[in-house]
């Protein structure tokens, strides 16, 4: 079973030296924007399954064998946060990752997120988002994103409690939560 980190110091501490991060959460949860912001100050390569790995222009899913094949060539990677969900591929990740961050705030939460991206971006690609995917949100999607917590955290808890022990995983849940997390990350960098 992997190792929680509750104490956010800490997780930041362990963050200063982790090349390889896992992000995941529900749709709205802030994963994209979590994963840009350690890119950026860590220096490691921006993976989004949404984009690199699961959809192809006009919002069509890739098909399978090709996803898990990029799948497995960006997990070969050296230097990497790669966010996104996926349960079926997550053990190919946790197996190469330095750290796992699970989003996993209140689902009104990222209902707003998702909600509000919306709002934003209506009619506009996202930039981790594939090429010819405008911003769209349906009954299905806010389904998934209602749902989130019943019926996707248990495989991602059983794919957590299989991982190997040593692995550090943060559990964030709110922004309130994040922002700190951040702050005492840019608190580890000094040091």
């Known amino acids: 079973?992997?190792?929680y980190i509750d104490k956010l110091d800490d997780a930041a501490a362990l963050l200063t030296s982790a090349k390889r991060i896992c992000v995941v959460g529900c749709s709205g949860s802030g994963k994209s924007t979590l994963s840009q912001i350690l890119c950026e100050r860590l220096g490691l390569d921006y993976i989004s399954m949404d984009r690199d790995v699961f959809w192809l222009p006009g919002w069509k899913l890739r098909p399978r064998p090709e996803a898990l094949e990029r799948m497995q060539q960006f997990v070969a990677g050296?230097?990497?946060i790669i966010d996104g969900n996926s349960p079926g591929s997550l053990p190919a990740r946790l197996?190469?990752?330095d750290m796992v961050i699970w989003m996993r705030p209140p689902r009104r939460v990222s209902i707003y997120g998702v909600l509000s991206r919306w709002l934003k971006n209506r009619g506009k690609v996202r930039p981790e988002m594939a090429p010819g995917c405008p911003?769209?949100?349906d009954w299905p999607f806010l389904q998934y994103v209602w749902n989130?917590?019943?019926k996707e955290v248990p495989q991602f808890q059983a794919q957590f409690d299989n991982a190997r022990a040593d692995l550090p995983i943060v559990v964030?849940?709110?922004h309130r939560q994040t922002?700190?997390?951040l702050t005492a990350f840019g608190a580890s960098e000094r040091r």
């Open 1 to 3: 079973m992997a190792r």
């Open 78 to 80: 050296e230097r990497w």
């Open 95 to 97: 197996a190469r990752s």
């Open 135 to 137: 911003e769209k949100i």
């Open 148 to 150: 989130f917590e019943a």
């Open 172 to 174: 964030l849940r709110s």
């Open 179 to 181: 922002n700190e997390f």
